[in-house]
């Protein structure tokens, strides 16, 4: 679904400002989750919605600087690889920020899976420019929202400056992604209103890009982050996110088919070595079926 939503949000941006589409795509999405999830938003603490709020402002500022980055970029490539490389660092962020544990499979898993991001998408060398520089600090604050939207999503208890033990009630994932998918609109709505002019766009706006933005907003945003958050709920642990890895390698099969692109030979070897990181990075989870499916008795 993130991978799809690729081929939508370049054909909207080739006919509006990347802002002033990122906040319509975001606000369309959280509304529509919104309004399905307006009961349970009602019940929500105000600790609870501060913390949805919270992830959603960091989100936003990813985006943007996701945006910023694709604005300036000259080699689409290497742009998918330095965004890919937040999901990498997503445990790192968790273990040094956070001190959450990570299985010693996941430090396997990482340079194997960033050798395969280099291979995939790497095809015309890296030559750092802005436009980099704005994926690489999106990277990085991509890996503090998939933590902080991990955290938010589960029950945690915390002790307090004053040593006292404080239970964190989980946001549930339907409301949780509304609020934070609004920030994210929020956020880039403020910013598109002071850097990018909205006229040229509102008197030219065509049914083709309505339809972008709508594909975009339901399919790539609010059924996306909805899954998405709802799959973070069911693990305390962020090391499960490495799985996102594949994201580039779905853009790149839609791609194929999308704008007729095709793969060459390092671009499959890159492919197949993110797919021997998913297998190193889940090892211990494939392990155990493995031996429960042989161990089960046969029956006649």
């Known amino acids: 679904m993130a991978a799809i939503s690729w081929m939508f949000s370049k054909e909207a941006v080739l006919l509006m400002p990347p802002l002033m ?26 600790d609870q919605v501060r913390r949805s709020a919270s992830v959603g402002l960091v989100f936003g500022v990813a985006m943007s600087c996701w945006v910023m980055g694709l604005f300036h970029a000259t080699h689409v490539g290497e742009s998918a690889f330095l965004t890919s490389l937040g999901v990498v660092i997503v445990p790192v962020i968790a273990r040094v920020i956070f001190r959450e544990e990570q299985p010693l499979s996941t ?57 006292q033990t404080v239970e964190k009630h989980r946001v549930p994932a339907l409301p949780l992604t509304s609020i934070t998918l609004l920030t994210v609109g929020i956020v880039t709505m403020v910013e598109s209103a002071v850097l990018e002019p909205w006229t040229p766009t509102l008197e030219n706006f065509s049914g ?41 390698v779905w853009v790149a099969l839609f791609a194929a088919g999308w704008f007729s692109e095709s793969m060459s030979a390092i671009q499959l070897a890159g492919c197949g070595l993110i797919f021997l990181a998913l297998l190193i990075n889940r090892w211990g989870v494939i392990s155990k079926a493995v031996k429960g499916w042989i161990r089960k008795p046969k029956t006649a």
């Open 208 to 248: 083709m890009l309505a339809l972008w933005i709508t594909a975009s907003a339901i399919i790539g945003t609010a059924g996306r982050f909805l899954l998405q958050t709802y799959a973070q709920s069911l693990s305390v642990h962020s090391h499960g996110v490495v799985i996102l890895v594949l994201e580039p």
């Open 107 to 163: 430090w396997f898993a990482i340079p194997v899976a960033v050798s395969g991001l280099a291979l995939l998408s790497l095809r015309n060398g890296f030559r750092p420019e802005i436009g980099q520089l704005f994926f690489v600090g999106a990277a990085f604050i991509f890996a503090l929202y998939f933590t902080l939207n991990t955290r938010a999503a589960n029950q945690r208890t915390v002790v307090s400056r004053s040593g």
């Open 21 to 46: 589409f990122m906040a319509m795509r975001f606000l369309l999405a959280g509304s529509v989750l919104a309004l399905v999830a307006w009961p349970s938003m009602r019940r929500l603490s105000v």
